[in-house]
């Protein structure tokens, strides 16, 4: 574990401290998941939430401050008992992406920004299935 945010930009998964952006970006990819953590606000307008997909990133970096993502989408199977679509940015209260890799596991609760929408499921991405109980 990291203790101080500091450490945080000189850390690097292993075999990757090499790589350039473009093969960064595809290891991440393969390596990528989302956890469910924190509350809603509304939580009784979900019956039930399954991530389902994830698309991206487009861009992974390490930078001054630590590994950066860009442009990931994660694709969710809602069953709603009540509300619109306003609601769904709710759901980032929860959302937490991650990276994990041999024992390591870093979490990104900081986005710069987000939306949420109603799409169809591209058949492209990393098929995976975590669901929160409600």
């Not at 090499?18 to 939580?43: H, K, P, Q, R, V």
């Not at 487009?58 to 994660?74: C, H, K, Q």
């Amino acid at each position: 574990m990291i203790d101080e945010i500091s450490g945080l930009k000189d850390w690097r998964f292993n075999g990757t401290e090499d790589l350039d952006a473009g093969a960064l970006t595809d290891w991440i990819a393969n390596y990528s998941f989302i956890s469910f953590d924190g509350d809603l606000d509304n939580e009784e307008l979900f019956a039930s939430i399954e991530a389902i997909k994830i698309h991206g990133p487009s861009v992974a970096e390490y930078t001054e401050e630590g590994l950066r993502l860009d442009d990931m989408t994660f694709y969710l199977k809602l069953k709603i008992t009540d509300g619109s679509e306003e609601d769904f940015d709710d759901l980032f209260h929860i959302i937490v992406p991650t990276v994990e890799f041999s024992g390591h596991k870093l979490e990104f609760t900081d986005f710069e920004e987000y939306t949420s929408e109603v799409d169809e499921l591209p058949s492209d991405g990393k098929i995976i299935s975590v669901k929160r109980s409600v």
